[in-house]
C-alpha cells in the first residue's frame, strides 16, 4: 500500500522557519517527480513547490518563489520544504504527492499556522 506522510508542521510566528517532511513508503520514491500543495481555509488547493525525480529541477509558485526551498533525499524516501520569510497567509494545510498527483496517494497533510 502506497503511503505518503506529512510532519513538521506548527504555529510560527511571521518572518519565523520551518521544514516540512514528506516521507513515502510502497513505491519506488526515486522513480516519481513529487509535488508540495497546500489549502488554505475556505480555498481551493494550491501548488507550492515541485520537484523532479533526480531534484535538479525545482519549480516554485511565483508567491513562494525566494522564500520556500523544496528538496529531497532519495534514500530515505523523503521530500522536504523549508520555508523562510513565513506570512499570515501561508497558514494553510500542506500536503505532498507524486506529479501528478494521484488520488489515492494523498495523505493526512501537516498543518503550519503562521500568528503572532
Known amino acids: 500500500q502506497v503511503r505518503f506522510v506529512e510532519s513538521g508542521g506548527g504555529r510560527v510566528q511571521p518572518g519565523g522557519s520551518l521544514r516540512l517532511s514528506c516521507t513515502a513508503s510502497?513505491?519506488?520514491?526515486?522513480?516519481?517527480?513529487i509535488t508540495w500543495y497546500r489549502q488554505a481555509p475556505g480555498k481551493e488547493r494550491e501548488l507550492v513547490a515541485f520537484?523532479?525525480?533526480?531534484?535538479?529541477?525545482?519549480n516554485y509558485a511565483v508567491s513562494m518563489k525566494g522564500r520556500f526551498t523544496i528538496s529531497r533525499d532519495n534514500a530515505k524516501n523523503t521530500a522536504y520544504l523549508q520555508m523562510a520569510s513565513r506570512k499570515p497567509d501561508d497558514t494553510a494545510h500542506y500536503f505532498c504527492?507524486?506529479?501528478?498527483?494521484?488520488?489515492?496517494?494523498w495523505g493526512q497533510g501537516t498543518e503550519v499556522t503562521v500568528s503572532s
Open positions: 504527492n507524486p506529479d501528478p498527483p494521484r488520488t489515492t496517494y
Open positions: 510502497g513505491l519506488t520514491f526515486s522513480t516519481y517527480d
Open positions: 520537484i523532479s525525480k533526480s531534484g535538479i529541477t525545482r
